[in-house]
């Protein structure tokens, strides 16, 4: 059974950082971008950032390529998306997700959807 586990969220203040694990399992990690998407109240979920296993090439929205970093662990099936100087607007449930090919904003490459983590930042 493909599963992906997203981890990690909580409450923040903003300026401060956070790390989000997603922990790949069922699946060849190498097969797949993995990617992180979010949801803020209200709003329609919107791609983050996406890495592809293959040649670590990476994929970023602008509203966090300033201050993120997706990264990858091979050997544990997990990729990290490190968050810095996180804002009130960074307040969303994340989700990892394992895709066909790199992409932010295309549904149809969506393979699988993991589990959410709710991130809080507090002004």
């Known amino acids: 059974e493909v599963q992906l586990q997203a981890s990690g969220g909580g409450l923040v203040q903003a300026g401060g950082s956070l790390r989000l694990p997603c922990a790949a399992s069922?699946?060849?990690?190498?097969?797949?971008?993995i990617g992180w998407f979010r949801q803020a109240p209200g709003k329609e979920r919107e791609g983050v950032s996406c890495?592809?296993?293959?040649?670590?090439?990476?994929l970023y929205a602008d509203s966090v390529k300033d201050r993120s970093t997706i990264s990858r662990d091979k050997a544990k099936d997990t990729v990290f998306l490190q968050m810095h100087r996180l804002k009130p607007e960074d307040t969303a449930v994340y989700y990892c997700a394992a895709l066909f090919y790199p992409t932010l904003t295309r549904p149809s490459a969506i393979h699988r959807w993991g589990q959410g983590t709710l991130v809080t930042v507090s002004s």
């Open positions: 890495i592809s296993s293959e040649d670590g090439s990476t």
């Open positions: 069922g699946l060849r990690f190498d097969d797949y971008v």
